[in-house]
């Protein structure tokens, strides 16, 4: 099995960025914890994050190009303005999981939009980095049934 796991803008900054929302956990201990949960559980994963919206599309169509099984992606601040993300993940048809370290739900007004999670099978909030490891499994589970 084989996963893009993607990250949006200023999620490089974990560990260093408001971490009463986001933790201490930097984004290279994120990819590791992530890199040894994929490697016991016989997954590749594919990690990449980008600042850009228009990049963020591109890593979505080669996940669906590259033959990948599924998506996590936390889209950052685009989760809440972007079309171009929700119009991908529409067109690669790829099982896709939603994650936001932060609750977003029980924060500012603008963060309650999600444009994406219509076209995700399930959304993951306020589990901290945990949710990255929730979302594989959970893609892991439910990937198999689906094909
Ligand atoms: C986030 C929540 C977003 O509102 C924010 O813009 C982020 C991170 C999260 O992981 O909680 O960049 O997606």
Request: charged residues 20%; negative net charge.
């Amino acid at each position: 099995m084989k996963l893009y796991i993607l990250n949006g803008p200023n999620l490089n900054f974990l560990g260093i960025r408001e971490p009463a929302h986001y933790g201490s956990t930097t984004y290279a201990q994120l990819l590791e914890m992530i890199g040894t949960h994929c490697k016991e559980k016989g997954i590749e994963a594919v990690c990449r994050q980008s600042n850009h919206e228009g990049t963020l599309v591109d890593l979505i169509q080669e996940a669906y190009l590259e033959g990948a099984d599924g998506i996590v992606i936390n889209p950052g601040a685009y989760t809440h303005t972007s079309i171009a993300l929700l119009d991908a993940v529409k067109s690669v048809m790829l099982p896709t999981v939603e994650v936001h370290i932060s609750k977003v739900e029980e924060r500012e007004d603008f963060r309650q939009v999600s444009y994406i999670r219509t076209a995700c099978v399930k959304t993951i909030t306020g589990h901290g980095v945990a949710g990255y490891l929730e979302a594989i499994d959970y893609l892991l589970d439910t990937v198999g049934e689906r094909q």
